[in-house]
């Protein structure tokens, strides 16, 4: 029987031995285990970016290493969070005949808090875009199974969801170490369960032992609960210690990448109670929080980020405050490299050569263009001309935010692209999105989308 967690980590240790340690910190040290397709080891990384740069230089060492520590597994895949779902479906039908588990044993209980040390609430940078939500996972840290139970964080992939989780469980760790807190994200609490279904039939009180350990906890905190959608069995065994834990005044916390009425494919009593609470989202920061970002991160690095090199950073990069992470540490590394202090935009566009024309290869004007079109089902001709009518002009306005967003073109250039269009045009559009994004959930789900399908291609 092949363990997934303990595979992995046993992997790490060898690698660092075998990888420069900067490197093994960028791209090795952040790459999450996903589940076992038959003799295949999946692993996540944040960004197709960095996927390339893994495949590229370090896959087949990765591959050989995982091999010599379990001749069993024969292959390793490295995919992207976006694709982590698909991957766990695929899984399912192997696990039994390969004899492969998706995590390790439970942990015991006094395991249960082992919460990442650097994700606290003083390191979570404050920004207009996640300032009520950071409000509300406070209020939740200082006073649990309070006024704000259930909590429902909710926003797009690699904004901060995960790291307030952590906060709150670090918060309580060191303010109320009696406090019972458990953590898991939904995928792995579907695979306990699974387990637990499997193995009931040798073990009586297995399935027992799944219910208490979730139901005696004080502050229970789920991650990624949309990944339930269409898992029925795993939906009825969360609703009734959801209800267990609300009647007795335990904290619920949890998050998803939109809020409770725009799940699909759950339960509608799931969705009632995931209102009954408050609800939270956080929405793309800002050039100026973007920064800030970059500058606390540099901070803990101990690395002297110029105010050049961070504004490049953040103009270039996506809202995915993961990916802005790694644009970081690839500065930093390229500085360690080199030797040489990178700080200057110049410097910047030449450590990040590669991400710039990844960027570039992958997602254009065109593309945006074409999949804005596909989503509302208008043609390009329409969006990019005179027409003035409602359902021409939301898409034409979003596809401006999102090249604005995405691309690094100059005003006057996407003004062309959309009819010879004034750049004070394209600023207006770009500043109407970005506001709504703030307070309009239905824009929010439609500017995700779109670019869950651009980086999906």
């Known amino acids: 029987m092949i363990k997934l967690d303990e595979l992995w980590n046993d992997a790490k240790g060898e690698l660092a031995i075998k990888i420069q340690a900067v490197s093994f910190d960028i791209w090795i040290d952040k790459l999450v285990p996903v589940c076992f397709i038959k003799n295949t080891l999946v692993l996540s990384t944040i960004s197709v970016s960095s996927k390339r740069e893994i495949d590229k230089k370090y896959l087949d060492i990765i591959k050989e290493t995982v091999s010599n520590i379990n001749p069993q597994v024969k292959n390793v895949e490295i995919i992207i969070e976006a694709q982590r779902e698909q991957y766990l479906q695929k899984q399912d039908s192997f696990v039994e005949d390969e004899g492969f588990v998706v995590m390790a044993e439970t942990q015991p209980q006094t395991e249960l808090c082992r919460f ?6 003083e390191l979570f940078v404050k920004g207009k875009n996640n ?14 199974g309070g006024n704000y139970n259930p909590l429902f964080i909710h926003s797009s992939v690699g904004l901060g969801k995960t790291h307030l989780l952590h906060a709150i469980g670090n918060y309580l760790r060191k303010n109320s170490p009696r406090t019972k807190v458990l953590y898991v994200n939904s995928a792995d609490f579907t695979n306990e369960l699974i387990n637990s279904i499997r193995n009931s ?35 009825e065994a969360f609703f009734h210690i959801f209800n267990d834990l609300y009647q007795n005044s335990k904290q619920i916390v949890i998050t998803s990448d939109r809020a409770p009425k725009d799940l699909q494919k759950l339960s509608d009593r799931l969705i009632t ?46 809202s995915n405050i993961r990916e802005i992470e790694g644009l970081l540490n690839k500065i930093i590394f390229y500085s360690s490299l080199t030797n040489r202090v990178v700080d200057s935009k110049e410097l910047a566009m030449e450590a990040l050569t590669d991400f710039i024309e990844d960027k570039k290869d992958t997602i254009d004007e065109s593309d945006i263009i074409a999949t804005t079109c596909k989503y509302f089902n208008v043609t390009t001709e329409d969006l990019v001309g005179k027409k003035k009518n409602k359902a021409i002009v939301e898409p034409r306005m979003i596809a401006i935010y999102l090249i604005t967003d995405m691309l690094s073109l100059p005003l006057v250039k996407i003004g062309q692209i959309f009819g010879g269009r004034d750049h004070t045009t394209v600023i207006h559009a770009r500043d109407k999105i970005a506001e709504e994004l703030k307070s309009n959930p239905r824009i929010r789900i439609i500017v995700t989308d779109i670019k869950n399908m651009l980086l999906n291609r």
């Not at 100026?288 to 270039?316: C, G, H, M, P």
Request: aromatic share 10%.
């Open 131 to 144: 300032e009520f939500a950071l409000a509300a996972a406070k209020a939740v840290a200082e006073n649990p």
């Open 273 to 318: 109670r995931f209102s009954w609470g408050l609800t939270a989202d956080i929405h793309a920061p800002d050039l100026e929080t973007r920064i800030a970002i970059l500058k606390s991160k540099a901070q803990q690095y101990k690395f002297n980020l110029s105010d050049a090199v961070a504004t490049f950073i953040a103009e270039n990069s996506t």
């Open 201 to 235: 039939s040798e073990d009586k009180d297995v399935s027992n032992r799944f219910r208490e350990k979730y139901r005696s906890v004080d502050v229970l905190m789920i991650d990624d609960i949309q990944f339930l959608a269409g898992k029925e069995a795993t939906q």
């Open 116 to 121: 990442i040390e650097k994700y606290t609430f």
